[in-house]
């Protein structure tokens, strides 16, 4: 039997007071270090396009590219639930292309669960999902696929309407089946009450201290990322600094001849070598 977590499991440790706890990888080895850090759920996030693949926004991602990655993460996480978004256009143009679409993230990526942006647009592809098998995290609030409509990454339910639409939303979210709900870039009062009125799971992200587990792109905790750093964002290290150093030191050894030395070079025997008609400088 696998030691993966399952979303009974994780529903379980939120029914016992625990947080949960979620970061995003896209390849082998990060995936290995957030899983061996003890985080619970990895997700494969759209945010591959930005972060790893240098585009603008999520909207350039293909279902390849999710598929690739998500293999990667899957062979480095042991223990966490892996979670794959579905890239734009992927879902939202019929509830067919939802579920193959998903199916392939799970068949052929590994993961055990998918997440899709959007509210009650969104409910035949969740209902259908879960009736399929495959379990669904709905994404509320500042939903990056939808950049171009909300005219910018602007956080969301600030005024009463729109906040209202949110709580309906992932009330109809979760009556639809999902196991979880995203709350990105909300204010914290609006999480809490959509946590507070919800059965399933609240994962936040600039959406304050009350949700019921929290989720960051890790390039954004290590210091990764330099094109800009969100407001809901706390920094654990500053990797580029480190890299940039360590980088730094490698170019000045090979120009000033003290890499590679002895210990890091292969020798031949002398007898070899004289067959050779060479000598040792
Ligand atoms: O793509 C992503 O990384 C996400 C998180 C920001 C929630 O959707």
Redesign the pocket.
């Known amino acids: 039997m696998s030691g993966r977590l399952t979303i009974t499991q994780l529903a379980k440790k939120v029914g016992q007071g625990h947080k949960l706890t979620m970061l995003?990888a896209y390849d082998y080895p990060l995936a290995s270090l957030v899983d061996e850090a003890g985080i619970d759920m990895i997700?494969v996030?759209?945010?591959?396009g930005m972060v790893v693949l240098g585009y603008e926004d999520?909207l350039a991602v293909t279902m390849d590219d999710m598929v690739r990655h998500t293999q990667a993460v899957v062979r480095g996480a042991k223990r966490a639930l892996v979670v794959a978004?579905l890239p734009f256009l992927s879902y939202q143009t019929s509830v067919e292309d939802a579920v193959r679409n998903s199916g392939r993230l799970l068949q052929e990526g590994g993961a055990q669960a998918v997440?899709l942006e959007g509210g009650f647009h969104m409910l035949p592809a969740i209902e259908k999902l879960v009736a399929s098998g495959i379990p669904g995290m709905g994404?509320l609030g500042l939903t990056?696929q939808s950049v171009n409509q909300m005219g910018g990454f602007a956080i969301q339910g600030r005024e009463a309407s729109g906040a209202r639409r949110i709580l309906e939303e992932a009330l109809a979210i979760q009556e639809a089946g999902a196991f979880s709900l995203?709350l990105?870039g909300v204010p914290w009062q609006l999480a809490q009450l959509v946590t507070d009125k919800l059965t399933i799971p609240t994962i936040g992200?600039g959406a304050g201290p009350h949700c019921s587990g929290q989720?960051l792109?890790t390039y954004d905790i290590l210091g990764l990322f330099d094109r800009f750093t969100p407001k809901f964002v706390k920094e654990y290290a500053n990797l580029r600094e480190t890299i940039g150093t360590a980088l730094a030191a490698y170019r000045e050894d090979v120009l000033s001849g003290s890499f590679p030395a002895q210990e890091h070079s292969f020798s031949m025997k002398q007898e070899q070598l004289e067959l050779l008609g060479g000598e040792h400088k």
């Open positions: 995003t997700l996030g759209d945010s591959l999520t978004d997440k994404h990056p995203v990105e992200i989720v792109v």
